[in-house]
């Protein structure tokens, strides 16, 4: 991990605030030495560390770390160091491998794409008004023709103008459907797609039907989606049915839409993680006991 995860509740509690400052140093570099192993902080073996290497790689002394205290203790030859952030680094490798996982699933795709000449592009929906030839006519003279002639050339053009009630068929709000974006076998996988992901919310389901910036939006992380097991879909359902009790700490967010669900699933599927293992610790029910998730 690159980034320390020290919630202030840590800085408050009686044994950091108990501690000496010297012990305080001491006890933060320990935890930033654990967090770049990302073992758990526990330093297996440490105890036959010699001194010289406890300066070099943990920037402290022997002596500082050799009797216990509030902020780290012996366990035979391993040191444990207390208040390391256990849940950040199982959220950091839960989404490391579903990266893992899509640049796997790029690479077979690219080779597959490859082999049948190139990756399906969505077809372009903006059709062009007028035809070739009209496009490329000889500009009319218009010096004499006055005031008269250009009215009627505007009752000419007018038919070629979409009503202004009509909706634009390259609308970004207009619901498309995928079909008419791609081959039709990519598109029944897409279509599947957007149903599990409406399965998530109730609302979801009563407006079915992706806007073309939602479409872009999956179509953008589509790899993602699809590599996701049973296990992380039935964690998200269960995720997004819960109510989180405003009183658990570090907070749990929750997309409070669907578009905020196809660009953050990523980060949704670590804070789902996270409630289950918090879930698990305050013994609270949360529907996946049962089940492989």
């Not at 770049?36 to 022997?62: I, L």
């Not at 390391?84 to 640049?103: D, W």
């Not at 269960?238 to 907070?251: D, L, N, Q, R």
Request: negative net charge; aromatic residues 8%.
């Amino acid at each position: 991990m690159n980034w320390i995860n020290i919630n202030v509740t840590v800085l408050d509690s009686e044994e950091f605030l108990g501690a000496e400052p010297t012990e305080r140093a001491t006890w933060l570099c320990l935890l930033r030495y654990c967090v770049g192993q990302e073992n758990g902080g526990r330093m297996h073996q440490a105890k036959q560390w010699k001194d010289r290497k406890w300066q070099q790689v943990v920037r402290v002394t022997s002596k500082e770390i050799s009797t216990d205290c509030d902020l780290w203790n012996w366990e035979g030859e391993d040191l444990v160091v207390r208040f390391y952030p256990e849940e950040k680094e199982a959220e950091v490798k839960h989404l490391r491998s579903i990266g893992k996982q899509t640049s796997e699933a790029k690479k077979a795709a690219a080779r597959t794409n490859g082999a049948k000449g190139g990756r399906p592009t969505i077809q372009p929906t903006d059709k062009p008004n007028g035809t070739e030839q009209e496009t490329h006519a000889e500009p009319i003279e218009r010096k004499e023709k006055g005031k008269e002639l250009e009215g009627e050339e505007r009752e000419q053009d007018a038919p070629a103008l979409a009503p202004k009630n009509s909706a634009s068929p390259t609308s970004e709000h207009q619901p498309d459907g995928w079909s008419n974006r791609m081959p039709t076998e990519q598109a029944r996988d897409f279509d599947k797609l957007q149903s599990r992901i409406n399965a998530l919310h109730p609302s979801w389901r009563k407006r079915p039907h992706f806007s073309r910036i939602e479409q872009d939006e999956l179509f953008a992380n589509s790899r993602i989606f699809f590599d996701l097991k049973d296990q992380d879909w039935a964690l998200l359902s269960a995720y997004m049915a819960v109510e989180i009790p405003e009183s658990w700490s570090p907070k749990f967010w929750q997309p409070d839409n669907r578009s905020v669900l196809l660009k953050s699933v990523t980060d949704v599927l670590g804070h789902a993680d996270r409630w289950k293992r918090e879930s698990k610790r305050r013994g609270v029910a949360t529907g996946l006991e049962g089940g492989a998730a």
